[in-house]
């Protein structure tokens, strides 16, 4: 076909660089090829990008924009390219436009406690420099290390103490956004209540970069809670029997900072990852944390445990032993991927449920002869299932593909969702209408033609 551009690649280039001088700018192939997709994702971009850039700051952002609304490019923002659903893998002849410079901890303020940060601030940065004046930064998701502020707010990214202090949501204040006209605004305020105009910061939490490109972020940060805090592990017969205990616990009166669950298969990869013993006659791992509540708190917890018949309790006030119970949940994935291929879910269901979500899973990889390893955020409901398959087969296996549908349907069935806290990006669009219902996914669109109407940011994720 015939095909006759009113630009070379050259030519807009040289107007990105104009407009955005403070960038770096990458073009060429092998650089480019690196950012082509992140390596927690499944590839599911296609194409091959047309820049790279690392902006250095909203100028540079708006610059982005204005080439892409001159050049009708798609501009797909990153933070540090953690996303596990390709939320920011490259799209042919796109922009892929980071904030990763963009990571300077703004303001720490004690007194008011809050934080406010660019987008691309490591949240284990933040974390430790709230730390510094007695508070910390309650979201902790998996990739806490390595991911950012900005993209852990695009996302709504949860973590392992969502239990008791939320998602990324629950604790984002207010943002500043630019939109893909380049204008930028400013939402929500450093004030723990508004109730002024519609809330369109949370519109904007969780939006994967559709809606808008994230500058800053103002967030809440919590006191260190005074006390020793404990940490312990028991085993249960069976993931079904772990899951009815963490509901009597959640409903107890104590407040946990952590509830893990870790299946049977998954506590036996991190045997033979660790050279460890903790699945010999275990049927699934519980591990637990409280941050404060004292000998009281600690004692009921134990009753419960007996009332499940736990086996092989222990607790621990001990630092360096907490931290090494904690280690076998941060060591959970390595030890498991080293399977094979995979993939790892991310569904949630109500808490009544989740006991019949775990029973569910362990049946399918039953029934269709699947290897599932299910860990999860069993206090929040939150359950990641990864499934396996031989390295050497070049392909997602059918019957993956089908566990994976049974699962998604059963979530949704239980009054769930098939995305607790890893996004949707390119790998889950075609279920919003499923999960959300045919006038809410209209609406979501209307939303997004509204606030990009050129459909220039980050096309194809979130919405299909």
Same mark, same amino acid.
């Given at each position: 076909?015939?095909?006759?551009?009113?630009?070379?690649? /050259?030519?807009?280039?040289?107007?990105?660089?104009?407009?955005?001088?403070?960038?770096?700018?990458?073009?060429?192939?092998?650089? #480019?090829?690196?950012?082509?997709?992140?390596?927690?994702?499944?590839?599911?971009?296609?194409? !091959?990008?047309?820049?790279?850039?690392?902006?250095?700051?909203?100028?540079?952002?708006?610059?982005?924009?204005?080439?892409?609304?001159?050049?009708?490019?798609?501009?797909?923002? !990153?933070?540090?390219?953690?996303?596990?659903?390709?939320?920011? +893998?490259?799209?042919?002849?796109?922009?892929? *436009?980071?904030?990763?410079?963009?990571?300077?901890?703004?303001?720490?303020?004690?007194?008011?406690?809050?934080?406010?940060?660019?987008?691309?601030?490591?949240?284990?940065?933040?974390?430790?420099?709230?730390?510094?004046?007695?508070?910390?930064?309650?979201? @902790?998701?998996?990739?806490?290390?390595?991911? =950012?502020?900005?993209?852990?707010?695009?996302?709504?990214?949860?973590?392992?103490?969502?239990?008791?202090?939320?998602?990324?949501? /629950?604790?984002?204040?207010?943002?500043?956004? %630019?939109?893909?006209?380049?204008?930028?605004?400013?939402?929500?305020?450093?004030?723990?209540?508004?109730?002024?105009?519609?809330? *369109?910061?949370?519109?904007?939490?969780?939006?994967?970069?559709?809606?808008?490109?994230?500058?800053?972020?103002?967030?809440?940060?919590?006191?260190?809670?005074?006390?020793?805090?404990?940490?312990?592990?028991?085993?249960?017969?069976?993931?079904?029997? &772990?899951?009815?205990?963490?509901?009597? %616990?959640? =409903?107890?009166?104590?407040?946990?900072?952590?509830?893990?669950? #870790?299946?049977?298969?998954?506590?036996?990869? $991190?045997?033979?990852?660790?050279?460890?013993?903790?699945?010999?006659?275990?049927?699934?791992?519980? %591990?637990?944390?409280? +941050?404060?509540?004292?000998?009281?708190? &600690?004692?009921?917890?134990?009753?419960?445990?007996?009332?499940? @018949?736990?086996?092989?309790?222990?607790?621990?006030?001990?630092?360096?032993?907490?931290?090494?119970? #904690?280690?076998?949940?941060?060591?959970?994935?390595?030890?498991?991927?080293?399977?094979?291929?995979?993939?790892?879910? @991310?569904?949630?269901?109500?808490?009544?449920? *989740? =006991?019949?979500?775990?029973?569910? %899973?362990?049946?399918?990889?039953?029934?269709?002869?699947?290897?599932?390893?299910?860990?999860?955020?069993?206090? /929040?409901?939150?359950?990641?299932?990864? $499934?396996?398959?031989?390295?050497?087969?070049?392909?997602?296996?059918?019957?993956?593909?089908?566990?994976?549908?049974?699962?998604?349907?059963?979530?949704?069935?239980?009054?769930?969702?098939?995305?607790?806290?890893?996004?949707?990006?390119?790998?889950?669009?075609?279920?919003?209408?499923?999960?959300?219902?045919?006038?809410?996914?209209?609406?979501?669109?209307?939303?997004?033609?509204?606030? +990009?109407?050129?459909?220039?940011?980050?096309?194809?994720?979130?919405?299909?």
């Amino acid at each position: 076909m015939a095909f006759f551009p009113a630009y070379t690649d /050259d030519e807009i280039i040289e107007f990105l660089k104009i407009h955005a001088p403070h960038a770096t700018v990458i073009t060429t192939a092998a650089e #480019l090829a690196p950012h082509q997709a992140g390596k927690y994702g499944m590839g599911a971009g296609s194409g !091959q990008l047309l820049a790279y850039i690392e902006v250095a700051d909203t100028a540079d952002i708006q610059g982005v924009l204005q080439t892409a609304r001159k050049f009708h490019l798609p501009v797909i923002p !990153q933070a540090t390219a953690t996303s596990t659903v390709s939320g920011s +893998d490259g799209e042919d002849h796109a922009l892929l *436009l980071s904030t990763r410079r963009m990571n300077k901890i703004i303001e720490v303020n004690r007194a008011d406690q809050v934080a406010v940060v660019q987008p691309g601030v490591i949240n284990q940065d933040l974390d430790n420099a709230a730390r510094e004046v007695g508070m910390f930064y309650a979201p @902790d998701p998996g990739s806490k290390p390595i991911s =950012a502020v900005g993209g852990n707010t695009a996302t709504n990214a949860g973590g392992m103490s969502t239990v008791k202090y939320g998602a990324t949501r /629950d604790n984002v204040l207010g943002l500043k956004v %630019i939109l893909a006209d380049g204008r930028e605004l400013s939402l929500g305020h450093r004030t723990l209540k508004q109730a002024f105009g519609y809330n *369109l910061t949370q519109l904007f939490v969780g939006s994967e970069g559709t809606l808008g490109v994230i500058t800053e972020v103002t967030v809440k940060l919590m006191p260190i809670p005074l006390g020793q805090p404990i940490t312990g592990m028991a085993f249960f017969s069976d993931m079904k029997t &772990l899951a009815a205990a963490v509901t009597e %616990i959640r =409903a107890s009166g104590v407040y946990p900072a952590m509830l893990e669950a #870790l299946d049977g298969p998954t506590v036996a990869a $991190l045997d033979r990852y660790e050279g460890t013993h903790y699945a010999q006659g275990n049927g699934a791992l519980l %591990i637990l944390r409280l +941050d404060n509540g004292g000998a009281e708190a &600690l004692q009921r917890v134990q009753g419960i445990l007996a009332d499940f @018949d736990a086996q092989h309790i222990s607790v621990t006030s001990d630092p360096e032993e907490q931290a090494a119970i #904690l280690k076998l949940r941060q060591d959970m994935l390595p030890a498991v991927f080293a399977n094979g291929s995979h993939v790892m879910e @991310d569904m949630a269901v109500p808490l009544s449920q *989740l =006991a019949n979500m775990m029973d569910y %899973i362990a049946k399918i990889a039953k029934e269709l002869d699947v290897e599932i390893y299910t860990a999860g955020h069993a206090g /929040d409901g939150n359950v990641h299932p990864t $499934l396996i398959w031989p390295k050497e087969q070049t392909e997602v296996p059918a019957k993956v593909t089908k566990a994976l549908q049974l699962m998604f349907r059963e979530a949704l069935r239980l009054g769930g969702t098939i995305s607790g806290e890893h996004a949707v990006g390119l790998l889950k669009n075609q279920w919003n209408n499923e999960e959300l219902g045919e006038n809410v996914d209209q609406l979501q669109h209307q939303i997004k033609a509204l606030l +990009d109407p050129m459909n220039l940011l980050n096309p194809g994720r979130k919405i299909d």
